[in-house]
């Protein structure tokens, strides 16, 4: 089975301060597709980021970055300058080539971020 | 802008009586989700299309049922809405493969 563990319900963080949210998944695949999408107070969910399984590289957008450790099964997204408009629930998402119609969330972590 | 669009935003149905959620993009995607999502859980996959097939997840109740009459529409149907299946309903699409999901702003399901 394919699960994706966020444990982390909750955080909080100062404006303009660095957080880092965590995830771990459980797979027997080789080649996937891991996502954060964040999901603000009016619900609609967006995509943040997304890595690749098969590069090496950390994924970076803007604010946004990951670490990603293939090895270890975890897939970490870390905010930096934190803003008020981040504060959302942020949801980690999996998605593998052999079902890859078919993605997978986490529990999600609610994020506050406090002025 | 093209986007997925859900409505009504807000449905309230009463206890055994059916309810239709409705979804339409303007993306031509090929794929289109529906997901169940209850109160600080995850999105729960309910059954996606891929074109015109249908795939329905195994513990998806048989009181949920869709439709998707063309590529820009599709519907959730539920036959018999029970005080459980008060939820988000977001809808989602995707060109296929491993590409993002594009969600809607759901539709919040209360039932009396």
């Known amino acids: 089975a394919q699960t994706v563990t966020q444990s982390q319900p909750e955080m909080s963080v100062q404006e303009a301060e660095t957080v880092t949210l965590s995830c771990t998944y459980d797979t027997s695949e080789s080649n996937y597709y891991l996502f954060w999408y964040k999901q603000p107070p009016s619900r609609q969910m967006i995509l943040v980021i997304r890595?690749?399984?098969?590069?090496?590289q950390n994924a970076t957008e803007n604010r946004f970055s990951v670490n990603f450790q293939k090895a270890a099964k975890s897939f970490s997204l870390k905010i930096s300058d934190s803003q008020l408009g981040d504060t959302a629930m942020y949801f980690c998402?999996?998605?593998?080539?052999?079902?890859?119609?078919?993605?997978?969330f986490g529990a999600g972590t609610r994020l506050t971020v406090k002025p | 802008d093209a986007m997925v669009i859900q409505n009504p935003r807000y449905q309230v149905t009463q206890f055994g009586k059916p309810v239709t959620l409705s979804c339409s993009q303007t993306?031509?995607?090929?794929?289109m989700y529906w997901y169940q999502q209850k109160s600080s859980q995850a999105p729960k996959l309910l059954f996606h299309?891929?074109?015109?097939?249908?795939?329905n997840e195994a513990d998806t109740p048989d009181n949920f049922q869709s439709r998707r009459p063309n590529t820009s529409f599709c519907f959730l149907d539920i036959r018999s809405p029970g005080l459980g299946d008060a939820a988000m309903y977001l809808c989602?699409?995707?060109?296929?493969?491993?590409?993002?999901?594009?969600f809607g702003q759901g539709t919040r399901l209360t039932v009396v």
């Open positions: 989602a699409t995707s060109r296929g493969g491993v590409n993002e999901a594009f």
């Open positions: 890595q690749e399984a098969y590069k090496q």
């Open positions: 993306l031509n995607h090929n794929v």
């Open positions: 299309y891929y074109d015109k097939d249908f795939n």
């Open positions: 998402a999996f998605m593998t080539y052999l079902n890859n119609n078919d993605m997978r």
